[in-house]
């Protein structure tokens, strides 16, 4: 039984429950981090030094870091399922989970954190507008990039789709001005079918803090 510690309403634990739902296999998630605490406990620190979430433990092994934990499942779980079929298919998915993590995350952050995660008195307007221009340009070029195909790394779905699905879906759901996104909403259309999306992903977060609060209880 793997054992996974995080709040369902941070972005870098809905990675890895995903992940596990679409691999089929068991596990249990204890709540720690953001309003619930326990990050400093003596025992998850020997988990996760960093005090971060997610952590994971499987049997013998403890191990931190979303995309880290994700090529772990992939690899020992997920033939089938998130391990990509073939070396192209392989490449995409990686170059997807690094672009997701340098280009486009990063201004996705401080639209959220100004908007939901903040008092809107605190709130920096300005790099709100900064990071929405920024993230339409990414995401154009995404658009492209990704064309016609079903998935990110081809005709399958892989774990390379799992951390720009988790981020899309915040980015569709903040009351900000998007570009025109043909391909990705189609991309997005098909993540919303699948159960495990639904479950772990797809979950409210709320237009304020407030809200956020709310929903953050509510998910425990």
Known sequence: MITVWGRRSSVNVQKVLWALGESGVEFERVTVGGSFG??????????N??????AIKDGTIAMSESHAILRYLARRYG???LQPRGFRALALAEQWVEWTTTTFAPPISPIFWNKIRMPAEEADQQAVMQAERTSAEVLRLAD???GRKPFVAGKSFTY???????????YKNLEIDRPS????????????ERPAYRQWVMVPFGRNLAEWKTHEQELK
């Open 38 to 47: 326990g990050l400093d406990a003596r025992d998850y620190k020997k988990l």
């Open 49 to 54: 030094p960093m005090s971060l979430v997610p």
């Open 79 to 81: 033939k089938g399922t």
């Open 144 to 146: 492209r990039l990704l």
């Open 160 to 170: 390379g789709d799992i951390p720009l699905g988790t981020n899309y879906w915040r």
């Open 181 to 192: 996104l043909p391909n990705l909403d189609r991309w997005f259309e098909g993540l919303k």
